[in-house]
């Protein structure tokens, strides 16, 4: 099974990353800075987006892809936040890939946008490798998932330009070593810029929001 | 793309069901009875196991596989509890499959043994299409991933036989209300049990316990 299976996933990642490209050269064209953002489900992906539209409110103008597997939940969300959103629903399917996002901008007015944000399927694994044309991929991290997961799930980790330890107002309750996830995360990936937020409380916030600022303005200035 | 991918699933997913269907002629045949442990990355599967073999010590004889994308700290954990523990390694692979089961048995003296729990890789979406021969799915839902999960991942609610709520000990600090997964949970699938647990404080896990030993039962009686 594994010698029929490996030839045909190899042939959908290099078809995907064709169509990742083209995309690419479209944000890059239009000035848009656009990430890629994946987690478990629940580690907050949708929450962050909320706090993320309200702490750039008047700052940038942002967009929203949501990728989910059947629902409208989080579109919904976003939408009622003021802030352009199209839905991606990948009828089961554990990733999004290029083609989606491709079909996706034929809905989104991506005139006088700043910020594009993917919210990819809630899903540690598959999303991590497929490219969308994004210039970064962020993840999340729940303290409530423990320190492990760097050990556990390292693909995500050395990929992503950025990781939010997320929750970080229960870890009085809970039994996790957020040096661990530091130290664990930067032995994957050295140049891991690491943010602890919770965003409920807001703490740790305006570091990520800063971020996001001065890479809008690398974009625009390469254009 | 789509229209090259579907029968290329389709032709994995039933190349797998005959694997799994061999797999679970030899658990009945043994008298075992086997369970697919499956859950979102740190939900709790390797410490609801450590709770299980713990409660189960002198009642039930068990036996672990343990899936993973390339390490193997949690089947050491296992073995450290003193049961028969077998890691399947799946190279960045993001759920067992059938194949995998048959591997993992040749390295398991399955002699005596009364319960056999495979945890599968920490996804909510991909592990639920993969049958492994088990006679049942069992799944857990952390509190602190959000009581809007069974509406944004339904397949697995829909396939497991038992959904564990874990992790109740942290419902005082987070916007968690559990009659709402479980009234989303049984909309999906009017004849799962659920069990609220905490594997921190040992809450609930007595109803867990003996509800594997009622089915361990069932299974021998079959025989």
Redesign the interface.
């Known amino acids: 099974?594994?010698q029929?299976?490996v030839p045909?996933v190899r042939?959908?990642l290099q078809?995907?990353d064709r169509l990742a490209a083209e995309n690419r050269r479209r944000f890059d064209d239009a000035g848009i800075f656009v990430i890629n953002l994946m987690s478990?489900?629940?580690?907050g992906k949708t929450s962050l987006l909320e706090k993320t539209i309200e702490g750039l409110a008047g700052r940038l103008k942002m967009a929203v892809i949501e990728g989910?597997?059947?629902?409208s939940?989080?579109a919904e969300r976003i939408q009622s936040k003021g802030v352009q959103a199209v839905q991606i629903n990948t009828d089961?399917g554990?990733h999004l890939?290029g083609?989606m996002i491709q079909i996706a901008m034929e809905s989104l007015d991506l005139r006088d946008v700043d910020l594009l944000i993917i919210e990819n399927?809630?899903?540690?694994?598959?999303p991590a490798?497929f490219n969308l044309g994004e210039h970064d991929k962020v993840m999340i991290l729940?303290v409530?998932?423990?320190d492990?997961?760097p050990?556990?799930?390292?693909?995500m980790f050395q990929l992503s330009t950025v990781l939010l330890v997320n929750?970080i107002?229960?870890l009085p309750?809970?039994?996790c070593d957020v040096s661990k996830i530091h130290e664990r995360a930067r032995r994957l990936n050295g140049r891991q810029e690491i943010f602890d937020v919770s965003c409920?409380t807001g703490e740790g916030l305006e570091s990520w929001l800063s971020w996001l600022e001065g890479k809008v303005l690398e974009v625009k200035g390469g254009r």
């Open positions: 099974m594994t029929i299976k045909v042939n959908i078809a995907n478990s489900p629940g580690a989910d597997l059947q629902s939940y989080d089961g554990c890939d083609n399927v809630g899903n540690l694994v598959c490798e729940s409530t998932e423990g492990d997961k050990l556990k799930y390292p693909l929750k107002d229960l309750y809970i039994d409920r």
